[in-house]
C-alpha cells in the first residue's frame, strides 16, 4: 500500500524495474529495523516457549527429574483428566462472567465521563487509580474486604441487621469475588479505550439527533453505540485472552478453593508444575492453554488489521 | 543450511550447560546464606545472628519470607543446584520428599560427633532421622492445644463429642462456637482435621508404615469428618469454610470465637494482651480426645544443608549455634516461642516466669500434649504433600456442601492411590 | 430546555456515576484506613473503635525489606520499559511504514507471545538463568521483563505509526534524510502519545508482575509485589503493613497515569479509529 505511493514519489523517471529494486533496497533497510527486536525477542519469548513444549513431550518431575522418555503421553493423559476439565470450565467462567462485568462497568463509566458528568475531571483521575495497583496487592486489599470478619461490608451489614456474605464458601460466591477484584483492577483499561474511541464519534451527529427529537437513550443506543462497536470488539478479546491467564488473584484469594471451585486452568498448571512437582504435566497445561490463546488472539489480529486497513 | 547448523550448535550448547550445573567449589568459606520462612523461631534466629558472626567470623546472609514465597523459591533453588544456599528451613513434612531427591547433605558424623545436639526432644530429633541417616536439627516443634473463653465456658470440653456440643450451646451470633482452621491444604485443614479423625481410629494407611493399603474411606475417618463439617457448619464463624491460621487466631483474638484448637504456636498468641482484645478471658485446656484417645496434632521444623552447599562446615556451625540452649532461651524470652525442642529451656528460670505469667499451665500442658503425639501424625512419607493436598481440597469440598463427607473420602481414596501408584 | 423526564434520566445518570466512582474508591479508602489502624483494633469496625489509630505499620514498613524491593521494581519494570521503547519503537516504525510483507503474521505473533503463560515459560527460563548466571540480578529480571513489554511496545506503535501520512515520510526521503533521521526528527514528535502510551502501559504490564520476580529472584534482588506476600507470614496476616504497601506502591504511578491519562485515550483512539 505505502509503497506504491513511494514509487510515484520518486518521480516518472525511474523504470518499472529501477522501482521494484529501489523497494528492495527501502526493505532491507527498514529490515534492519527489526532485528535487534527479533533477537531479543526470539531469546527471551521465543526460546522460553520452546523450552516449555519441549517440557510438555517429556517426564521431567522436579523431584525424581528426567526420565527420558518422549511423546504425547502427557496430553494423553490430560484427556481424562476431570481436574483439568474443570479448570477450564472454571477459566471459562472467570473469563467471560469477568470480561461481561468489566465491559459494562468500563463502558458505563466511560459513556458517563463524556456524556452525563463531562465536569468532573478530578473523577476522570481517580477512575484510572487501580490501574496502578499490581495484582497482587489487588488481591490482597480485596481479600481483605472479603473476610467475613474484618470486612468492613460485613459489619456495616451485621451492625443493621442484615445477613452477612460469605464469598469464599461456594462456587458462585468465590467465583464472583475475583471477577469483582478482577472488574476493579481492569476497568479502567476498558473505560480509557470506550473514552478513545467515543472522541472519535462526530459531535454533530449527535446534535443532529437530538434536533430531530431523539432521546438521550435512544440517541446513545442507536447512534453512538454502533460507532463504539469495533472499540468494544477489541476490547473484549483483549481482556478475554488476559483473563485466561489468571494468577495472582487465584493464588492470594482463595488459592483454588472451596475444594477446587476456582482452579482455572492456569492456576492448575501452577498446582502440577510446582505443588505436584510434575513439570511437565504443568507444561503440558500450559501448552494447551496457550494455543487456545492462539486461536484467540488469532482474531484479535484480525479485528485489529481490519481496524487498521 | 548454515543457518540450521548455527541451530544445531547453540542448541547443544543449551542443553550441555543445562546438563553441567555445578555449583563453584571455590567460594570462600567466611560467608553463607541462610533461607527460612517466618515463624517465631526464625525472626528470633535473625535477629540474634549477629551474635554468631562475632563468636566465629562467618558472616551470615539471613532471609526471612513468606511460607508461599519459601516453597516456590527453595525447590527451584534445589532442583536448579544454585549451590547459593548453605542453611535451609527444613519443615519435616518436606523432609522425607527432599531427602528421596537428594537435595539435602546428610549431617549424621557432624551431630554424633558434637555434644551440642545432645538435649533435644528425643521425638523431635529422630524426626529427622532418614533410613539411619540425620538431616536437620530441630528448632521448632509445636503441639496442639485448645483455648477456650473462660466467660463463657466453665470447663473445657473433654471429649470431641462434647466438643461439638460445647460449641452449640454457646455459639451466638457474635461470637462462634469453635474455628478451626479450614482452607483446603497439608498444612492447613490437613493439620487439624487427624486430630479429629484419629481420636475415632482413624488412619491414613491400615498398618504405617508395614501395611501401606490407603484406608482414607474407612468408617472411622468418616465418623471423624462428619463430626469435624457438623461441628464447624453448626457453630463456627461466618465464612468458615476458608478460614486459614492468621484468621482463626485473629478472630480469637477479636473475641469472634469461644473455642480455637491449633498448634500452640498459633494458641499462644491470643493470649497475649498486645494483640489480644480478651487476653485475660482465654483458658488453654488438653485437645478433646475421642474413642480411640488423643492425638494432638505435631508440626516440627527445623535446619538442614541443601546437597548444594559447598560450605557445610560452616552451616552446621550455624545449625548447631541456632537450635542451641542459650539462643532458644534468649529467643523464648524476644518472642512468642513456647516451642522451644529442648526441655532444658522451659527450666531457665527467666523463661519459666514469662510463660507462667502468660499462662500457668502453658509449659506444663505442652509437655504433657507433646508425649500424646506420635511421629507420623500426619504420614512422614515423600508423597505427603500431595496427598496431603489432594485429602484437604475434598475435604473442604465436603466442608462447603459441594460434595458429601463420604464422597469426599472416596474421591480422597481414589486420588491417594493414584498418587501412590504413579 | 430539559424536561422533567430527561432531568430525571440525567439525574439517575449522576447516581449512577457516584455509585460507580464509589466503586473505584472503596478499596483505596479502605487501604488508607488499615494503614493508620492498630493491631488490636483492627478486627473492631471502625465505629465502634473511631479513635484507634496508630503509625506502627510505618515503622514495620521501613524495617522490612519492601523499600528496596521497590526500588527493585522501578529498576527493573522501569529498564525492561526503556529497553523495549528503544528496540521496539524503530521495529514498530519499519512495520509500519516499511511496506513489509507478511505484516500480519507478524501482528499475530506479537499477540501470541503477549499470550504465552507465565508458568509455563518460567521455568525454562529459569533453566536458562541459571546457566548464565542471570538468576537473583536484576539484570535477568528486567530481560524476562522485556520479553513482557517488548512485543507490546513493537504492537503499539505500530499502531500509532500507521497514523502518520507516508507522504512526509517520502518528502523527508527526498530531501535525503536517512531512515533514523526520518523516524527521530519527523515521526517520532509526531508519536508523542503514542509513545507515551505504549511506555506507560508497557511499564504496567511489568510492574503488575508477581510470578517472574517469585520464581527469577530472592532475597536482595525480588520486587515489591513478592516483599508483600511476605507479609503474609505464619500466625499473622499483616494486613496494616500490607495496605500501607499497597499504597506506598501505588502513589508514584497515580500521578503518572493521571497526566498520561490524555495521550493514552489519544493513542488508543488511534487503534480504535484507524
Known sequence: MQHHATATGLGPATSLSGTATLRRQKQREYLRFIYPTIFLVGLFSFLPLVGMLALSLTDYHLINGWGGTWGLQNFARLVLDARFLNSIYVMLALSIGGVAVQLLVGTAIAV????????????????????????????LVWLSLFTPTLSPINAALDAVGLPQPTWFSSQTGAISAIVIADTWANFPFVMLLILAALQGVPRDLKEAAAIDGASQLRTFFVITLPLLKPAL???????????LKH????????????????????????VQSFENSNVSYGAAISVTLFIFAGFASFWVARINSRINS | MKSSRTWKIAISVAVTAMLCQTGSAWAQEEEISVLMFSLPV??????????????????VNVEVVGQNVFENQVMLAFTGRTGDLDVVHVPAIQLQRWVAAGWLTPMTDKVNGSDNAAGFFPSALTTYDVAGENYGLPMFVETGLMAYRTDLIDTPPATWEETKNTAAEVHSDATAGIVMRTSPGQGFNMFVLPMITRAYGGKFFADFPGDMSVVVDSPENLQGLDLYTAMLTESGPPGVSNINYPEAVALMQAGGAAMFIDGTSNVVPTLDPETSSVADKIGLAPVPEGPAGRSPAIAVHGLGIPASSSKADAAYRFIEWATSEDVQAQIAINESYPDFTRPAVGEHQDVADKYAAINPDLIQLRSASLSDTIPNYRPLIPQWPEIGAAIGDNVNSALNGIITNAEALKNAQAEVQEILDQ | MIDRRTGYRFALGRLMMIVLLCFALLPVLWSIVLTFRPKISLFTPIWEAPLAWSLDNFGALARSDF????????ITAGGATILALIVGIPAGFALAKGGLRGTFQTSWALLLLRMAPPIGIVLPLFLTYLNLGLLNTRVGLTFAYMSLTLPFVVWSMWTSFSQIPSELIEAAAIDGATLPQILWKIVLPLSRPGVVAAAILGFLLAWNDFFFALILTRGQTATAPVAIMNFVSYASVEWGAIALATIVLTLPIVPVIMFANRYIVQSLGGAVKG
Open chain 1, 112 to 139: 458517563g465521563l463524556d456524556q452525563i458528568v463531562p465536569r468532573w475531571k478530578i473523577a476522570r483521575g481517580f477512575f484510572t487509580i487501580p490501574f496502578a495497583v499490581p495484582h497482587v496487592a489487588v488481591a
Open chain 1, 233 to 243: 470488539l477489541l476490547v473484549t478479546l483483549f481482556r478475554f485472552i488476559e483473563t
Open chain 1, 247 to 270: 494468577f495472582p488473584l487465584i493464588y492470594v484469594m482463595t488459592k483454588g478453593g472451596p475444594g477446587r471451585s476456582t482452579q482455572a486452568t492456569n492456576y492448575y498448571a501452577y
Open chain 2, 42 to 59: 526464625t525472626r528470633g534466629i535473625a535477629e540474634l545472628t549477629d551474635q554468631f558472626e562475632e563468636e566465629t567470623g562467618i558472616k
Open chain 3, 67 to 74: 523499600p528496596a524491593a521497590l526500588i527493585n521494581s522501578l
